[in-house]
């Protein structure tokens, strides 16, 4: 069963206004993204190991997080893009030696120590041994976002420009001059049979109803008419039926 806040969120498809809105988000962010991309620029820290913890989402590996002794900064790795692999556990109050992308907190390298804080293994992502990528990866997830965004706002055009053709269409189709304005009684009529049942508002005129109450002629043809009510706004029927077809 899906979460209350996706079931919301997937509601909020039937509105046009939520394309727009996200894909200029999105779009937004795709700019924002791109412009500020920079390769990756090394800043080593060092310290102990104070707290190194595993953190999953619905069920799946999503990052770990280090602190070390003195500082309340939590440091993200993500173990999966190091090489070597990275150990699943370290030693607590073991040596580290971590380097972050300068202004963030994002580990892209980090060394390790056995239990004597000695014989130090590195372990390095593609960003610190190639900064230039950390660049162009920023601008391919941008580019992405945008395209994303383009493909919604172009979503919510189409959708602006049909919803404004059907109703001219329907106009054009039931006859009526296009920009003239309707009657208030048609307007606001409900179809349905006149007093004497002997009509039918069909909400554009009064039809035909044969003698045992049972057909309505259509403009073409008699169909059934089933069970209906008594027509509401609509103008008052012509006093004598006319035979029809």
Not at 12 to 20: A, I, M, N, Q, S
Not at 26 to 37: E, P
Not at 198 to 226: A, F, N, P
Request: cysteine-free.
């Amino acid at each position: 069963m899906l979460p209350r806040n996706v079931i919301g969120l997937i509601g909020l498809l039937r509105f046009k206004w939520t394309y727009l809105i996200a894909g200029g988000v999105l779009l937004a962010i795709a700019i924002g993204t791109y412009v500020t991309a920079h390769p990756a620029a090394a800043v080593e820290i060092s310290g102990k190991i104070a707290d190194y913890t595993e953190y999953t989402r619905n069920g799946s590996y999503d990052r770990n997080e280090m602190k070390i002794s003195g500082s309340d900064t939590a440091y993200t790795i993500d173990k999966n893009s190091f090489h070597p692999t990275l150990p699943d556990s370290v030693y607590r109050d073991g040596l580290v030696d971590m380097w972050v992308d300068n202004g963030s907190t994002t580990v892209i390298a980090i060394q390790l120590y056995d239990q004597n804080d000695a014989n130090p293994t590195k372990y390095t992502t593609e960003h610190y041994d190639n900064p230039g990528s950390q660049r162009s990866d920023a601008q391919s997830f941008g580019i992405v976002l945008g395209v994303i965004g383009i493909i919604l706002v172009g979503i919510f055009g189409l959708w602006f420009f049909l919803g404004g053709r059907r109703p001219a269409m329907q106009m054009a189709g039931g006859g009526a001059v296009m920009g003239a304005p309707m009657p208030v009684s048609q307007a606001q009529s409900s179809a349905g049979l006149s007093a004497d049942g002997k009509w039918y508002w069909d909400g554009t005129g009064w039809q035909h109803v044969s003698d045992d109450g049972r057909l309505r002629w259509d403009g073409t043809q008699w169909v059934e008419l089933g069970t209906v009510y008594a027509a509401k706004g609509a103008p008052p029927p012509p006093a004598t039926p006319t035979p029809a077809g």
